[in-house]
């Protein structure tokens, strides 16, 4: 128990300092350290990035880190991807479409390791203005149909959609991206809750763990620097891009992958 | 045709407040000249009389929203994500100590009645966040912003009944 609220804490920290979620670090640990079957471990995942949502937002609305009016505007086109992407699951090639954001996040991390941004950016979402929306709802769009047809939370593309799409800073994209999850998730689990795959036994100390991390991690990320943070999120994007590919490998290769 | 411009004259000391002059500028019709009058004092029209919540020199429509409505918006949103975090944290908490207790019966069902009510709270607080995010907007009169959160939320309530994982 104290194993996976320490997995919890860790997922929590990273997530709220990142706004992913946490989920791309703890469906790994739980499956590949812990032995727990993918089918319990995606929605106690996505129980743990609500509760992070929920706990670093809190501090991030409150010092203004949070654009809360772009959350709600890229919200809508996300959920509306979101349906979309559930409603053609059936006509498209799951393994192609992983390979194709692999390839994608592969793109971006490298991208965010290799080249410097020279523009300063602003600490608040008091004192800029997030520009070309167009962009920003579509790939909002976007990344909620992958949501739906891949089981991948949408911060690992929303942030870098914010922060070089739309010009929003990397704190804030990652505040907002955090602000938005938390709906996108309590919708996907309450999807699985319905239909039972939710177990509370394992949910508990993970999210116990997942609300002591948010709270750590959302009072580092205003004060950590913003090179460090784009470094780690490549990082992550890194891992994102090595599952996809994986996935992506196994369902067109399945006997080399296999 | 005439605008108000406030203009604050001299260097400000931090002991006292700069001193204010009034500027009225004076625009000649059809010929695209201004003559400029200053005057230490200057009669204003009425009309003219500034707005107790514009900035000097600000347009009103851009002028920024009253501070205290803007924070109270924010603040509430804050506290209804922290107080269902903070409660579901403590629920799922209170499970986890109750299970170091001797199984029986009535422990049983208190941590089950605990994680269910838990998990509820955990997944009602980003919709509930979601609500009063678009309420206070739409309080404020920003009615596109109140429109799309209830958007948000009638999509969220689609994407749940029909199953899918948004």
């Given amino acids: ?258 | 045709m005439a605008e108000r411009v406030e203009v604050s004259g001299g260097e400000p000391e931090p002991a006292a407040p700069p001193a204010s002059v009034t500027a009225a500028v004076v625009t000649a019709p059809g010929r695209g000249t201004r003559e400029v009058v200053l005057a230490s004092t200057v009669v204003m029209p009425a009309e003219l009389v500034p707005e107790p919540d514009t900035a000097p020199g600000v347009p009103a429509h851009e002028a920024p929203l009253p501070v205290g409505r803007a924070v109270a918006g924010e603040r509430w949103v804050a506290r209804v994500l922290r107080a269902g975090a903070i409660m579901s944290g403590g629920m799922f908490l209170l499970s986890l100590v109750l299970e170091a207790l001797p199984r029986s019966q009535a422990v049983h069902v208190a941590i089950d009645l605990l994680r269910k009510g838990a998990a509820s709270m955990l997944l009602v607080t980003p919709v509930a966040r979601l609500a009063v995010a678009g309420t206070l907007l739409g309080v404020r009169g920003e009615w596109r912003y109140a429109a799309i959160a209830a958007g948000v939320l009638g999509l969220l309530a689609v994407a749940v009944g029909a199953g899918f994982q948004a």
């Fill in chain 1, 1 to 258: 128990m104290l194993l996976l609220m320490a997995a919890g804490g860790l997922a929590g920290g990273l997530g709220a300092l990142l706004g992913i979620g946490g989920g791309i670090v703890l469906v790994p640990v739980l499956v590949l350290g812990f032995g727990i079957p993918m089918e319990q471990a995606v929605p106690a995942s996505l129980m743990c990035v609500v509760a992070n949502s929920c706990a670093a937002a809190a501090s991030y609305v409150e010092n203004k880190l949070s654009d809360i009016r772009l959350g709600l505007t890229l919200e809508l086109a996300t959920v509306l991807g979101a349906i979309v992407g559930g409603l053609v699951a059936a006509y498209v090639a799951e393994a192609t479409v992983a390979i194709v954001f692999g390839l994608f996040t592969l793109y971006v991390a490298l991208q965010m390791l290799l080249v410097r941004a020279p523009r300063q950016e602003p600490m608040t979402a008091a004192n800029y203005v997030p520009s070309n929306y167009p962009l920003g709802i579509s790939g909002s769009f976007v990344a909620g149909g992958l949501s739906a047809l891949l089981g991948v939370g949408g911060g690992p593309l929303k942030v870098p959609l914010m922060a070089y799409g739309m010009r929003v800073p990397f704190k804030v994209a990652s505040a907002t991206s955090n602000l938005m999850i938390g709906v996108t998730g309590a919708a996907s689990v309450a999807a699985y809750a319905w239909r039972g795959h939710l177990d509370l036994t394992l949910v508990s100390p993970l999210v116990v763990g997942v609300l002591g991390g948010a709270v750590v991690g959302s009072r580092l990320m205003p004060k950590v620097p913003t090179a460090v943070l784009k470094k780690l999120f490549a990082g992550v994007l890194l891992g994102v891009a090595g599952q996809m590919l994986w996935k992506g490998g196994a369902g067109l290769w399945p006997s080399v992958l296999r």
